[in-house]
Structure formats: C-alpha cells, structure tokens
C-alpha cells in the first residue's frame, strides 16, 4: 500500500469526499474549528472511468447518484471529461454516496461512508444499459455497488464476449467465487490480495504465490498491484507469476494510483488488445506513476497530449 492517512482512505469512498482538516479530532458531542475544507470526486468507478477517458477511450458510467447537488456535480464532472451519463441514473430514494472525513494534523481521521444510491442501482437499471454494456470491448467493476448487481453486470458482460477487468475494492474476505470465474482480468492491490487469500502480501514473491491462488479460483488473469514496485502478474496461459517493474519517481501523493492503474488497464484491453499483456501492464506502471507525482485522485491523472507518443 502506497499511501496512508487521509489519502489511504479516500480511495475507499463511494461518490462524493467531503472533507474538514482540523488540528485534532473532536470529542463527542464537541464543536471545534478546522482550518481548511474541501469536496472531492470519488469513487473507485469514477476515477477509473476519468484516467480511462483522459487516455481517449469513448467510456460510459453505469452507476445511480441522487437528486441532489452532490449528484448534480458528480454528473457534470463526468460529463467534462467526456463520459457518456446517459446510464447515470439518479434517484429520489437515496442521497449521492459519501465518506465524511476529519482529519487531524497528524493525519489521524474519522470517517462515515454512507453508500446511499449506490446501493440502489439494480436490475432494470442494467438491463436499460444492455447495449451498452454487451457493444463494450471493456467493462470494469468494483465493490462499491451491491455485489448481487456487480455480479449481474459482469454475467452481462461475459455472456456477451466483452472482456471484463474486476477490481475486489473493497475487498471482502468472503467474496463470491463467481467474481473469480466472471473476471477476465482480476486486478487488486496488496492489502486486497492479503485479504481474498489469507497470505502476507508486501513483495513481487509474496505477490506471486497470492496472485496463483486467486487465478486457481477460476480468473484468466490476475495482477496484484505493489505501488512503488510495480506489479505482479500471471494468467492460466502462462501461470508463473512474473514481476513487471516500474521506473522510480518522486512521489509526492499516491492517493489514487491504484484507479489510475486500473483505468489504463482497461484502455490497453480495450483499444490495443494485440500488444502483450507485458506490455500493457508496463504502459499501465508508467501512467499511474505520473498520477503520484502530482496532489489529489482525478486532479492527477493524465491526459493523452501530455504523455509520451510511445505509451500509444
Ligand atoms: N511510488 C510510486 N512510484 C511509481 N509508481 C507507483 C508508485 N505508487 C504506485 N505506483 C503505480 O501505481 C500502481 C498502483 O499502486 P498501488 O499498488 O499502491 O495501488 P493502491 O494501493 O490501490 O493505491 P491507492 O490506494 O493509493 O490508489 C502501481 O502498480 C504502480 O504502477
Ligand atoms: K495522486
């Protein structure tokens, strides 16, 4: 894991952050002034639809906001960055997902996530987005929406032939062994695959021997993320677990690497499906690795004109 604090948190977090820094955390029933406020856009689907779009995929977010401001934005952000909303769907019956965070100055935090609409996206909402998810080369899922739907969607997916790229965050111990057979690629990060596997996870060995338990649980393609370190991948075409490295940079924020990572991920299945699987998790490395060089989750991800011709 790459990041800690308020940012290690932040990537937990459904639609919207809303976040107050203070110089320590209150007592119960407490008021005490902070110093600084902000919201940001989140969750996990979002930043990965963002980094996608920003690498020039034509992408789309299924996914239920509510009918309020938060949602509003949340609409408008994607919508800036080119992502079809035509399968946004908001909602009376729940507000737009949030995380509350304090965070002191030592970067201890409290935090309430209220999943809200999130959890409202269900049955009649995918089958209105069945084209588009079956016309897709790609679909990415998470675990911030039910799992009964995430599943379902997936089922979509593969039944059609699109290639789908699962990331189990968060992670639950017990995950349903279809997310395993339903994933084309299975990508998580270190304290996920500690969590799905039981194993010590924090180097390209440990890494190894976790990723050939989860392919054992019926993926094609498992990448196990290592921050700084780059990745570990193996698939049931060549399963010995291979370490592909990534080059050093100075990081100064890794809030978000994890979606970025992802994001590329899915553009490389996507738009160059002939290159090697080497290859696009390499290309993949060297994207979120300008995401940690710069503040924020979707404020540092890149755009196409800003990358070297070779990542294309
Ligand atoms: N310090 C770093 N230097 C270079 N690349 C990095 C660094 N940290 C992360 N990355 C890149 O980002 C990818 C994902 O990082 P990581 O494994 O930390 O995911 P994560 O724990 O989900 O991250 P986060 O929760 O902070 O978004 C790594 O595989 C690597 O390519
Ligand atoms: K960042």
Same mark, same amino acid.
């Given at each position: 894991?790459?990041?800690?604090?308020?940012?290690?948190?932040?990537?937990?977090?459904?639609?919207?952050?809303?976040?107050?820094?203070?110089?320590?955390?209150?007592?119960?029933?407490?008021?005490?002034?902070?110093?600084?406020?902000?919201?940001?856009?989140?969750?996990?689907?979002?930043?990965?639809?963002v980094q996608?779009a920003r690498l020039?995929?034509?992408?789309?977010?299924?996914?239920?906001?509510?009918?309020?401001?938060?949602?509003?934005?949340?609409?408008?952000?994607?919508?800036?960055?080119?992502?079809?909303?035509?399968?946004?769907?908001?909602?009376?019956?729940?507000?737009?997902?949030?995380?509350?965070?304090?965070?002191?100055?030592?970067?201890?935090?409290?935090?309430?996530?209220?999943?809200?609409?999130?959890?409202?996206?269900?049955?009649?909402?995918?089958?209105?987005?069945?084209?588009?998810?079956?016309?897709?080369?790609?679909?990415?899922?998470?675990?911030?929406? %039910?799992? &009964? =739907?995430?599943?379902?969607?997936? !089922?979509?997916?593969? @039944? +059609?032939?699109?290639?789908?790229?699962?990331? /189990?965050?968060?992670?639950?111990?017990?995950?349903?062994?279809?997310?395993?057979?339903?994933?084309?690629?299975?990508?998580?990060?270190?304290?996920?695959?500690?969590?799905?596997?039981?194993?010590?996870?924090?180097?390209?060995?440990?890494?190894?021997?976790?990723?050939?338990?989860?392919?054992?649980?019926?993926?094609?393609?498992?990448?196990?993320?290592?921050?700084?370190?780059?990745?570990?991948?193996?698939?049931?075409?060549?399963?010995?677990?291979?370490?592909?490295?990534?080059?050093?940079?100075?990081?100064?924020?890794?809030?978000?690497?994890?979606?970025?990572?992802?994001?590329?991920?899915?553009?490389?299945?996507?738009?160059?499906?002939?290159?090697?699987?080497?290859?696009?998790?390499?290309?993949?490395? %060297?994207? &979120? =690795?300008?995401?940690?060089?710069? !503040?924020?989750?979707? @404020? +540092?991800y890149?755009y196409?004109?800003?990358? /070297?011709?070779?990542?294309?």
């Amino acid at each position: 894991m790459s990041s800690s604090g308020l940012h290690g948190h932040c990537m937990h977090i459904r639609h919207r952050l809303i976040c107050s820094l203070t110089s320590r955390l209150p007592k119960t029933g407490e008021t005490i002034h902070g110093h600084k406020f902000f919201i940001g856009f989140g969750g996990k689907g979002a930043n990965q639809c963002v980094q996608a779009a920003r690498l020039g995929a034509k992408a789309a977010m299924v996914c239920k906001v509510g009918n309020d401001s938060f949602g509003n934005n949340y609409i408008e952000n994607l919508k800036q960055n080119h992502i079809s909303t035509e399968f946004t769907y908001q909602t009376r019956d729940a507000a737009t997902g949030t995380a509350s965070i304090i965070v002191n100055n030592e970067g201890q935090n409290i935090i309430v996530i209220v999943a809200g609409a999130n959890l409202l996206l269900n049955t009649e909402d995918l089958k209105k987005a069945a084209h588009v998810i079956s016309r897709a080369k790609v679909m990415i899922c998470q675990l911030e929406i %039910s799992p &009964a =739907a995430s599943l379902e969607a997936l !089922t979509m997916a593969r @039944s +059609s032939g699109v290639k789908t790229l699962f990331n /189990p965050a968060p992670a639950i111990a017990d995950l349903d062994p279809r997310f395993y057979t339903l994933s084309t690629v299975f990508c998580c990060n270190e304290s996920e695959a500690e969590i799905l596997t039981g194993h010590a996870v924090n180097d390209p060995t440990t890494a190894g021997t976790a990723a050939l338990v989860l392919l054992e649980r019926g993926c094609q393609v498992v990448v196990i993320t290592l921050g700084a370190s780059g990745c570990v991948t193996l698939s049931q075409a060549e399963p010995v677990p291979k370490h592909i490295p990534t080059e050093a940079v100075k990081a100064v924020d890794t809030t978000g690497a994890g979606d970025s990572f992802v994001g590329a991920l899915a553009f490389y299945l996507a738009y160059y499906p002939s290159l090697s699987l080497e290859e696009m998790l390499k290309r993949s490395n %060297s994207i &979120a =690795a300008v995401s940690v060089q710069a !503040t924020g989750t979707q @404020s +540092s991800y890149p755009y196409k004109k800003d990358l /070297p011709l070779a990542l294309f």
